[in-house]
C-alpha cells in the first residue's frame, strides 16, 4: 500500500436524493436517514446534488434545512445549484437562513451557465424575461455579494409605526461567503473561482484544453493547480474532489454483481472524449478499501487535494448506501490516512 504525502483531511459523500415519482416521501427520508448515519460514522460532509424536473431532490435547500435539526456537527452543501434557474437575491435569504438554523455548517457549492434543456422550459421560468437572462460569472458575483451583506439599496429604517427595512439581505449569516464553492470542470472557471474567492469542487467530469493530453487525472490536476495559483491573496482556497468510489469489502455477493454492472454499463464514456467540448469522465473505481485507495494515491488529481466528497452511485438502493457509507468511514477512510470526527453531542 503506497503512503500519502499528507493524510486526507476532510471526507465526505454526495448523493443525488432519488425518489419514486408516485411515492417522492420515502426518498426524501431515506436521504435525511443517510445524511444522519453519515454524521453517525463521522463523516465530515454530506453534499446534495440538485435536479429540476427530474426525479433526484429539486430543492436541496430545504432538505438541508430538515437535515440541520437531525444532526449537529456534519457540514452540509449543494454540489452544485446550478444558478440559471435561481434568483440570487432570494436564494441568498435561503442560504443564509438554513445557514444560521445549521450553526453555520452550510456549504453552498454554485454554477453558472444556461439551464439544461432552456428552450423546453424559458417559457416557464422565464417567461417575460429568457432571452435577455445573464447566465454569466456575474449570476455568480451577484449571489457573492448580497450574501456577504453588501448594500442591496439605498433605502432603510423605519416606515410607519411598526414596518422596519435594512439595506442588506436579512437575515445575514456572518462566514457564509467564506463556504461558497464554485463547480468548475474547465480551467477557464477554475482560475475565475480563485481569482473571486470561491473554493472549488471539483468532480468526476473535466474539460481538456485543446492542447491538453484527453488523460482526466492529468487534466484535473492542472485545474487544480491553475485555481490555487489564481486564488493566492485570496485565504485558505479549499479544494474538493468528487469520484465515484464503491467500495465492495462488506458487500454480499448480489450487491458485488450489482454495482460492477454499474460500473461496466458507465466504463465506455470514460475511454474516450465525449461531445464537441471533449468532456472527460473518470471511471468509476470498485473493489476493496485497500485496492481502490491504491488507485487514489496513483490518481494525479486526488494528490492535489486534502479533502473529498465521494459520489454515491445514482441508482442504488437504500440499504446500498448503507453498506458503502460503512466501508468508506470504517476501511478506505481510514487507509487514506482520514480519521473519523467525533460523533453528534
Request: hydrophobic share 40%; aromatic share 8%; glycine share 10%.
Amino acid at each position: 500500500m503506497p503512503h500519502p504525502a499528507r493524510p486526507l483531511r476532510k471526507l465526505g459523500f454526495l448523493t443525488i436524493g432519488l425518489f419514486d415519482p408516485a411515492d417522492p416521501g420515502p426518498g426524501h427520508q431515506s436521504t435525511l436517514e443517510i445524511i444522519e448515519l453519515g454524521e453517525q460514522l463521522g463523516f465530515d460532509s454530506a453534499w446534495l446534488r440538485h435536479r429540476h424536473l427530474q426525479f433526484g431532490i429539486s430543492s436541496p435547500i430545504a432538505v438541508m434545512a430538515a437535515a440541520s435539526q437531525r444532526t449537529t456537527r456534519i457540514e452540509l452543501g449543494t454540489a452544485v445549484t446550478p444558478l440559471g434557474w435561481e434568483n440570487p437575491l432570494r436564494l441568498a435569504e435561503d442560504l443564509a437562513t438554513v445557514d444560521l438554523l445549521a450553526g453555520g455548517r452550510i456549504n453552498p457549492g454554485l454554477s453558472v451557465g444556461e439551464p439544461m434543456n432552456y428552450d423546453t422550459v424559458k417559457h416557464e421560468l422565464y417567461p417575460d424575461s429568457s432571452a435577455v437572462e445573464d447566465f454569466s460569472y456575474a449570476r455568480m458575483d451577484r449571489l457573492a455579494r448580497l450574501v456577504a451583506g453588501e448594500p442591496v439599496r439605498d433605502f432603510s429604517g423605519k416606515q410607519g409605526v411598526v414596518e422596519e427595512f435594512s439595506n442588506r439581505v436579512e437575515p445575514h449569516s456572518p462566514g457564509l461567503r467564506d463556504r461558497l464553492w464554485y463547480g468548475a470542470g474547465s480551467t477557464k472557471s477554475a482560475v475565475w473561482a480563485g481569482a473571486n474567492g470561491f473554493n472549488l469542487l471539483s468532480s468526476s467530469v473535466v474539460f481538456p484544453e485543446a492542447d491538453q493530453e484527453p488523460d482526466f487525472a492529468l487534466v484535473q490536476q492542472s485545474q487544480i493547480r491553475a485555481f490555487r495559483e489564481a486564488a493566492q491573496g485570496h485565504g485558505a482556497a479549499r479544494v474538493s474532489q468528487g469520484l465515484v468510489v464503491i467500495p465492495t469489502d462488506s458487500a454480499s455477493p448480489a450487491q458485488r454483481e450489482k454495482y460492477q454492472r454499474y460500473v461496466d454499463e458507465r466504463t465506455p464514456r470514460t475511454r474516450t472524449p465525449q461531445g464537441p467540448k471533449g468532456m472527460l469522465f473518470a471511471p468509476d473505481l470498485i473493489g476493496t478499501s485497500d485496492e481502490i485507495a491504491e488507485q487514489l494515491y496513483a490518481h494525479a488529481g486526488f494528490q492535489e487535494v486534502d479533502e473529498v466528497a465521494f459520489a454515491l452511485p445514482f441508482s442504488f438502493d437504500h440499504e446500498d448506501y448503507v453498506q458503502i457509507l460503512t466501508d468508506i468511514a470504517g476501511s478506505l477512510g481510514p487507509a487514506l490516512g482520514w480519521t473519523p470526527a467525533e460523533g453528534p453531542q
